[in-house]
Nanobody
Framework: QVRLVESGGGLVQEGGSLRLSCSAS????????MDWHRQGPGKQRELVAR???????NYTDSVKGRFTISRDNARNTVRLQMNSLKVDDTARYYC?????????WGQGTQVTVSS
């Protein structure tokens, strides 16, 4: 059974930084593409960043140049470094992987950016 556990959220002032981590178990992490999604108040959940098994990354336009996704295959962990945070980045952030035909989600971690 795939289990994803996020950590690292919190309250930060605009312009600040946070680093989110997602620890994965029950998955062959080295072959899994890993994503971060977020859902802000009154908004639909959106894909923020993705890292493929080969390390290739993709980002939604609104976070390009500010967020960096990375993976540590030795620790089955994917991270999201978030810099220059904006109030609009306020959301619950979810770790996700599509693995053997199933969507797998963590419980999420809240990020709140104050002005």
């Amino acid at each position: 059974q795939v289990r994803l556990v996020e950590s690292g959220g919190g309250l930060v002032q605009e312009g600040g930084s946070l680093r989110l981590s997602c620890s994965a178990s029950g998955v062959n992490f080295k072959i899994a593409a890993m994503d971060w999604h977020r859902q802000g108040p009154g908004k639909q959940r959106e894909l923020v960043a993705r890292i493929a098994s080969n390390g290739i990354t993709n980002y939604t336009d609104s976070v390009k140049g500010r967020f960096t996704i990375s993976r540590d295959n030795a620790r089955n962990t994917v991270r999201l470094q978030m810099n220059s945070l904006k109030v609009d980045d306020t959301a619950r952030y979810y770790c996700h992987t599509y693995y053997y035909g199933r969507d797998n989600w963590g419980q999420g971690t809240q990020v709140t950016v104050s002005s």
